[in-house]
């Protein structure tokens, strides 16, 4: 379907018995023909006597080409002629064909070209186009005959950030449909060696050129450089991290922070804390909620009933009440004012003023000094040694203390006994599965194919429990002489040790009952022997 817009024109024809219009109506919404066009071009022809009537009411309908006589008179040949329009932008080139008059000339490629030279116009032109529009004429319709090169614009250079940039408040979506409010996304961790950001340098354009062989500029591009700040540098390009921490967009810097500085309570408004670097809470650390870090983590608050683990130190200024749900794990040391009805454990020493009804553990020292210095109730294991003022309470109050051995060591001793014990279980329920069938065998000559495959998958199953079970027993053996042979630990009391303590020292057992006062405990051979503090 032809969409293109027509204007209407006409054609004046002499012939032997007189002038002749020819009317061609516009199409597609073009300009119809004007009467005064037409009248205007007669008079200036001196034709007068025309059949002005007949012209206007062909004209008020006129819907297809139509031909008629409208003077008696001849008027004289005017040659075709055309326009040519430039578009404002320089970039195209129209030309628009008027028809001749009696027997007036057409026009030329030739003539059409050394028209637009005489416009300066020498670029785009497409003589193919001239040369069909000429043969094929449609007159009063633009006909785009050259077209220049539009300069194409280059891209400013831009930085991709390989990181949320502006991280809001948003409880993390669990696969249920559920939403999880501790997990609240406001952090964003990354290690040493992330990458974070990319330049995407700037891409020059290309020089375009108008019709009349000017050249066109295209937008100057704009050049963007990656600024880098603490913890970060550049290379080819990339921005990268140089340490584990929290990345983070300050004015149109990239840095990463080692540590990360909570200004209030760990509770609804931050959820759960996960950060790769030191964290720093200056109110409380609520039940229920959790702290994690690679580096250490120091509470100004009271920890709650909560669950904080560090790769370094954990620090706790005003302790931990845990309401037994608290937990308090560091591959370092652990100072609190002190602990509470929790469990902790340490990859270090544990230090702190009073330590009530808890579990705690670790590879190191045990102190319990300050103002009261107080053990009671609960267990505590330490690889090396215990001190306090006072360990129990008069009440007789039920508290075990392991000293002499890795808690750690102490815990794979007893998950070995444990495997042992239901690997040997497992071992003989496997032989008689393979005892039942074998004689079931001799019995009818032969097993059907279920009870076959159900026999090699035995044997096989009990080949791989047997030799685990040997490896365990083993190192179980292992264990058990180095247990035997520790004999290190100490338990230093500055004050008054109480009935119903339990002191283990190595694999010896001592149980207080009666009141001792400053004395240090050690292993000598088989028995546990108490010595004066001094």
């Given amino acids: 379907m032809d969409t293109n817009i027509y204007d209407g024109y006409y054609n004046l024809l002499n012939k032997e018995d007189g002038l002749y219009i020819k009317l061609f109506p516009s199409k597609n919404n073009g300009k119809n023909i004007e009467l005064d066009d037409i009248v205007t071009t007669l008079e200036n022809k001196n034709i007068i006597n025309f059949k002005k009537d007949l012209l206007i009411k062909e004209l008020n309908t006129l819907k297809e080409i139509k ?7 001849i008027i004289e040949i005017i040659n075709e002629t055309m326009d040519i329009n430039v578009s404002m932008d320089k970039l195209s080139v129209y030309i628009r ?19 637009l030279k005489e416009k300066n116009i020498v670029f785009g032109i497409d003589h193919e186009k001239i040369e069909l529009a000429r043969k094929n004429k449609k007159y009063n319709q633009d006909i785009l005959i050259a077209k220049g090169l539009k300069p194409i614009e280059g891209k400013d250079g831009r930085i991709e950030y390989l990181f ?36 995407i340098p700037e891409e020059e354009g290309t020089i375009g050129k108008n019709v009349y062989g000017d050249e066109i500029q295209p937008p100057k591009v704009k050049a963007k450089k990656l600024y880098f700040g603490k913890n970060t540098k550049v290379r080819d390009n990339t921005l990268y991290a140089i340490k584990d921490g929290q990345v983070k967009l300050d004015d149109g810097k990239v840095l990463v922070l080692d540590y990360l500085e909570i200004p209030g309570n760990v509770d609804n408004s931050t959820g759960d804390i996960e950060f790769f670097g030191t964290v720093l809470v200056r109110g409380n650390v609520l039940t229920g909620y959790t702290v994690k870090a690679k580096g250490d983590v120091e509470v100004s608050g009271v920890v709650e009933g909560a669950h904080i683990v560090a790769d370094g130190n954990i620090v706790l200024h005003r302790g931990i009440q ?27 020493c544990i230090h702190s003023d009073a330590i009530l009804h808890s579990d705690v553990s670790c590879k190191g020292n045990i102190l319990v000094d300050g103002k009261k210095g107080l053990i009671s109730g609960g267990t505590l294991r330490s690889g090396v040694e215990i001190s306090a003022k006072v360990i129990g309470s008069h009440m007789g109050t039920v508290t075990t203390i392991d000293v002499g051995i890795d808690p750690t060591y102490i815990d794979e001793f ?5 495997d042992i014990k239901q690997l040997t279980k497992e071992e003989l329920k496997l032989t008689q599965i393979i005892n039942l069938l074998n004689k079931k065998k001799r019995i009818n000559g032969d097993l059907d194919e279920d009870k076959k495959e159900m026999l090699i998958s035995a044997t096989r199953s009990k080949i ?17 002489d180095n247990i035997n042979n520790k004999n290190i630990g100490k338990v230093r009391v500055l004050g008054d040790i109480y009935p119903g303590v339990r002191v283990s020292i190595g694999n010896v057992k001592y149980y207080v009952r009666k009141d001792i006062k400053y004395c240090v405990m050690y292993q000598d051979g088989a028995d546990i022997k108490v010595a004066s503090y001094n």
């Avoid at 009696?102 to 490629?109: A, M, N, Y």
């Avoid at 007893?414 to 444990?418: A, I, R, S, T, Y």
Wanted: without cysteine; positive net charge; hydrophobic residues 30%.
């Fill in 67 to 73: 031909e008629f006589r409208i003077s008696d008179s």
């Fill in 322 to 348: 845990g309401m037994d749900r608290g937990v308090i794990e560091a591959k370092g040391n652990v100072m609190a004012k002190y602990i509470e009805n929790s469990k902790v454990t340490a990859g270090g």
């Fill in 97 to 115: 064909f008027y028809p001749p008059i009696g027997e007036g000339k057409t026009l030329s490629s030739e003539d059409i070209t050394r028209k």
């Fill in 164 to 199: 949320d940039t502006e991280k809001k408040l948003k409880p993390h979506m669990n696969k249920d449909g559920t939403v999880d409010y501790h997990k609240l996304n406001l952090i964003t961790n990354v290690n040493s060696g992330d990458e974070l950001a990319r330049l």
């Fill in 414 to 418: 007893n998950e070995l006994q444990k």
């Fill in 464 to 480: 791989f429990v047997s030799n685990k079970l040997a490896s365990s027993r083993k190192r179980y053996g292992e264990m058990a």
